[in-house]
């Protein structure tokens, strides 16, 4: 249930956009939790990660993509509240995933 089934014409160049931003936000994403990973500034890494979570988290969830919405808005909660690593992986690997299953923009 990534995408919603139909989009109102309103609506269109906002998915459009979403899309496009989604693509980039998880391109940001990857390169956060490699830094993560390799032990590169982790700290700083899930401090970005949790802010590209909640930028997907109300735009994902206002264009009917509830699983991107929840899936982003948990990343983020968890980083607000000091998770660790090891605590936020097992949540955005995921919401990577569902990022990635998107059709790519037109």
């Not at 990857?30 to 802010?51: C, H, K």
């Amino acid at each position: 249930m990534n995408a919603p089934s139909t989009i109102d014409p309103p609506l269109a160049a906002a998915e459009r956009l979403f899309r496009r931003l989604a693509a980039e936000r998880l391109d940001a994403l990857e390169d956060a939790r490699l830094r993560y990973a390799e032990g590169r500034a982790p700290q700083e890494a899930l401090v970005e990660i949790g802010g590209i979570a909640h930028k997907l988290a109300g735009t994902a969830a206002t264009l009917g993509h509830a699983e991107i919405g929840a899936l982003g808005a948990e990343v983020e909660r968890l980083v607000a509240i000091g998770a660790t690593g090891p605590e936020i992986i097992p949540v955005l690997d995921p919401l990577m995933e569902a990022l990635e299953a998107l059709p790519r923009p037109d």
